[in-house]
């Protein structure tokens, strides 16, 4: 399969998309319960959120990590998500961007973009990149009072595939089923992907 380098891959629905975090259970219940997130949630801290189920799984190690044993599927508004790309900067700069302009849009910018390797279930890297998004400020408060439109704990789902895993399984049948997620061509050049390139060959995982 030919993976564009930098491509969002996501589930999603004509009016949401899943994205995964995982936390602490004292941070975990409260929010499963209220439907939102809520103290011991902090607003004032940047908060990442990853389409990517695997790369998620590759974070929490399959949510055996101290402070991620819990991993959450929060649905949010696809406009809520056009709005978080349209207001990011990439936490590096492109080749050949002009220095001082990316650090004046860093500062600007209440929402990080970052392209990192998409894992295996094995962790293994892949020569193909999926996004964060790290939400802060605006975005953070635009995130748990407008865009959420539920929160479910899949830790249940995780342990189970980790288990099929450990067993020598083929997994693939399991894991939630990620497409191509559409973004105008404004968005797409706005967060660096690559939705029509193959993967530069002058670039590394």
């Known amino acids: 399969m030919n993976v564009p380098y930098r491509q969002i891959r996501a589930a999603y ?3 949401t998309i899943t994205v995964y975090q995982a936390y602490d259970p004292a941070i975990a219940e409260p929010a499963v319960a209220a439907r939102r997130f809520v103290p011991p949630f902090k607003r004032e801290r940047m908060t990442w959120i990853k389409p990517s189920f695997l790369w998620m799984m590759y974070r929490c190690g399959w949510a055996t990590k101290p402070g991620q044993t819990r991993v959450l599927a929060v649905d949010i508004t696809r406009a809520g998500f056009a709005w978080a790309l349209e207001h990011s900067c990439l936490s590096h700069p492109e080749p050949g961007t002009d220095a001082a302009e990316w650090r004046q ?8 973009v ?5 894992r295996t279930p094995r962790h293994h890297a892949l020569p193909y990149r999926s996004i964060q998004v790290g939400l802060s400020g605006a975005a953070v408060t635009r995130y748990l009072d407008e865009w959420i439109t539920g929160i479910t704990d899949v830790t249940g789902m995780v342990h189970d595939v980790h288990r099929a895993l450990r067993a020598g399984r083929d997994v693939t049948d399991l894991l939630p089923r990620e497409r191509p997620y559409p973004l105008p061509t404004e968005l797409a050049r706005t967060v660096g992907a690559t939705p029509d390139a193959p993967r530069p060959a002058e670039e590394g995982v």
């Open 13 to 15: 629905t004509d009016t």
């Open 105 to 112: 849009r860093l500062r600007a910018s209440p929402v990080r």
């Open 114 to 118: 970052q392209w990192d390797p998409e």
